[in-house]
Structure formats: structure tokens, C-alpha cells
């Protein structure tokens, strides 16, 4: 009787210890999983189009490290264009390749739509 409650009590144990296990497995995997480069563009590409329409958009599919913070997270660099005031604005953006998050966003160059057609 005693061999039988101490098989029932280790089996509890080793099924108690898998499913934590396994629960820990999930979320490591879900905080350490990179949100895809092209839904991240389509993202930043929605929130400049609130703003007016795009020209042109770009996104480098290779993570690096951002030197911009001390941390130096990994990101996705891309950039966006659209016409503004009569010139073409061209910008860059970082964004955070686990969240999809914009970490940083600038004007890379600016056109005037004059030059370009001559």
C-alpha cells in the first residue's frame, strides 16, 4: 500500500515538474521571439500613411545592435518617403525587432520634386 501512494506521489511530481517546465519553455519563447521585418515596414508604413501618402518604403531584414542607446538593442533599420511642402522627405526609423516598436525616427534627406524632374 505504502509503494503504491509513493508511485502516486512521484508520478504527481514528475507531471507537476513537466508542466512548469514546459510553461517555462512557452514564455521564454514567446519574450524571445522577432516580430518579422516585413509586418514591422507594414506597421510604420500605417503610421506615416496617417499622416499623409507614401512615396516609397524600405526595410533591411538583418537585425543590428542601435548604437543610439546605451543598451544597444537589436533592431530593424528601414526608411520611408513621402512628399511634404512640395519636396520629397526621406526617413529613417529603428524599430525594436521583438516588439515592432519605433525606437527612433529621423529625416534622412530632403528633395526638392523640382530637381528631380529635370
Known amino acids: ?3 503504491k501512494r509513493q508511485n502516486n506521489i512521484t508520478g504527481a511530481l514528475l507531471l507537476t515538474t513537466g508542466i512548469i517546465l514546459g510553461a517555462a519553455a512557452v514564455i ?3 519574450e524571445n521571439k522577432t516580430v518579422n521585418a516585413g509586418k514591422t ?4 508604413r500605417q503610421i506615416f500613411k ?3 501618402p507614401i512615396e516609397g518604403s524600405w526595410i533591411d531584414y538583418e537585425p543590428v545592435a542601435y548604437e ?4 544597444k538593442p537589436l533592431v530593424y533599420i528601414g526608411g520611408i ?8 522627405v526621406n526617413y529613417q526609423f529603428a524599430c525594436d525587432i521583438y516588439t515592432g516598436d519605433i525606437l527612433d525616427t529621423f529625416i ?3 528633395d526638392d ?6
Open 50 to 52: 496617417a499622416q499623409g
Open 28 to 30: 521564454f519563447y514567446k
Open 81 to 88: 518617403s513621402r512628399i511634404e511642402h512640395n519636396k520629397v
Open 68 to 71: 543610439a542607446y546605451d543598451s
Open 41 to 44: 515596414l507594414n506597421q510604420v
Open 113 to 118: 520634386i523640382k530637381s528631380q524632374l529635370y
Open 1 to 3: 500500500m505504502l509503494n
Open 108 to 110: 534622412a534627406s530632403t
